[in-house]
DNA sequence: CTATCGCTCTAGACCACATACATGG
DNA sequence: GCCCATGTATGTGGTCTAGAGCGAT
């Protein structure tokens, strides 16, 4: 992985797509994510230019390079002279924008290599990939650029739409003031955040849409200032979980007490779940607390900060977690399913019941495929696993009968 | 209080085979 | 040191299963 793209094996790679584990030239990106609107809604982001396998989060302007988390803290660490340089957030995009798109929502990015790109487009060409995209507000197929690597959130809002480019660009909220970041380039300022205040209502959007469509997972785990982000200091948390654990941060377990969280969570739930609350749906996610408290094995949540040296952590974490893991591990789902606290009062009477254990339902499923999410060290290898036909699971010969193909879904027996 | 039953949940095994890696000439 | 051929180890995902855990009786 990294300096040449993954695909191709030819061109220098450039972007990194945290969905396939994948670096990859950028015609290659729109090749591969132009194939199937699942792929489109990949997340990709500029390639770390320091280690090369890593996503970019942050431009340094100082140095011109792209950096991730770890070559970030490593390289700007504060007893660096480097910490002062200043950063620029990079954003990460969905669908499939040209490089002069890129371009626009990247005011540092340059085209690469024409005759390369060419070359490598050329090649590709014979793919027969479609291109034909047809997109619209709500489609799975419009491209979208979220802001802060990664949480895509594609809603059809005024201040956020490109309309005219055909992929969108979403910002989540700012809530640390980054460091000596500079000013958004034009176009990929922090505009407001999509504003999911209570009870907001886009047209034509459900809130079984936001919530399927709320990627949930890639949320960056980015606190630099906790304190300011959540309100709260960490040794308060600290404190609360010391003397009462989990039960404390919650008040209960029992599910209408969780609900009832919804209006006056405890400054510590408040804080930990504070920065997904501000990206969270309004109130769309009753089974949130449900599935919180009725989750038996404690799910984690892992903070640290590279300025307070601090971390939080429920369940027994040990805390020895490297920068490289927790960059790329994601939001954890006890930190991700806390009930926002600005939920207006959702009464339980106030959500059909059916609807309620359907979401409850849909919510457990996705959890239970987020939860044990494993990095994939090898795409080629997945992606052979994904097309190989199984007999119960297991892999068959090729040729043999089968009773599962991941393509076609059909059985030859 | 202990034993048993039924249910749910989870970790690990299993499979074929492309590919990464190690070794020797 | 470099290249090539050969052999071995690894990793990939869906399903199944053994065993642990838990509540009810």
Redesign the pocket.
């Known amino acids: 992985m990294g300096y040449i793209c993954d695909f191709c094996g030819d061109q220098p790679s450039l972007v990194y797509c945290r969905s396939d584990?994948a670096c990859l030239c950028l015609s290659c990106d729109r090749n591969v994510h132009s194939a199937n609107a699942l792929s489109k809604r990949h997340s990709r982001t500029l390639l770390c230019e320091r280690c090369n396998s890593q996503p970019a989060f942050v431009r340094c302007a100082e140095e011109k390079v792209s950096l991730c988390q770890n070559c970030d803290w490593m390289g700007h660490d504060a007893s660096t002279s480097n910490s002062t340089h200043k950063r620029q957030t990079i954003n990460s995009y969905s669908g499939c924008p040209s490089s002069g798109e890129l371009s626009s929502i990247w005011s540092f990015f340059s085209q690469p290599d024409s005759a390369g790109e060419s070359a490598c487009e050329q090649e590709l060409g014979l793919m027969s990939i479609s291109e034909n995209i047809e997109s619209t507000s709500w489609d799975p197929t419009v491209n979208t650029i979220s802001h802060n690597s990664a949480v895509v959130v594609e809603v059809n809002d005024d201040c956020n739409v490109d309309k005219g480019s055909g992929w969108t660009r979403t910002s989540i909220p700012e809530h640390r003031p980054a460091p000596q970041l500079l000013d958004q380039p034009a176009g990929s300022t922090y505009t407001s955040l999509p504003k999911f205040c209570p009870q907001t209502k886009y047209p034509g959007l459900s809130e079984d849409d936001l919530y399927d469509d709320f990627n949930i997972d890639e949320v960056d785990l980015n606190l630099e200032n906790y304190e300011e982000l959540f309100g709260v200091t960490l040794n308060h948390s600290e404190e609360l979980l010391e003397n009462g654990g989990i039960d404390s941060l919650f008040g209960t377990k029992d599910m209408s007490a969780a609900d009832s969280t919804c209006q006056g969570a405890v400054a510590a739930e408040g804080s930990s779940i504070g920065l997904v609350n501000a990206i969270q749906p309004a109130c769309s996610n009753a089974a949130s607390a449900d599935s919180v408290m009725?989750?038996?094995?404690d799910s984690i949540l892992y903070f640290t900060t590279k300025h307070a040296h601090s971390s939080l952590s429920f369940s027994g974490l040990t805390g020895e977690s490297s920068a490289g893991d927790y960059q790329d591990c994601g939001a954890s789902s006890m930190l991700l399913m806390g009930e926002p606290p600005w939920c207006p009062p959702c009464t339980e009477s106030s959500i059909p019941s059916a609807t309620r254990s359907d979401a409850v339902m849909r919510y457990?499923e996705k959890k239970?495929t987020r939860?044990?999410e494993?990095?994939?060290?090898?795409?080629?290898?997945?992606a052979?696993?994904?097309v190989?036909k199984?007999v119960?699971?297991?892999?068959?010969?090729?040729?043999?009968a089968y009773?599962?193909d991941?393509l076609n879904q059909t059985r030859s027996c």
């Open positions: 584990a009725s989750n038996k094995t457990k239970k939860k044990f494993k990095r994939v060290r090898y795409a080629s290898r997945k052979r696993a994904d190989r199984r119960k699971g297991r892999f068959v010969k090729a040729g043999d009773d599962y991941p």
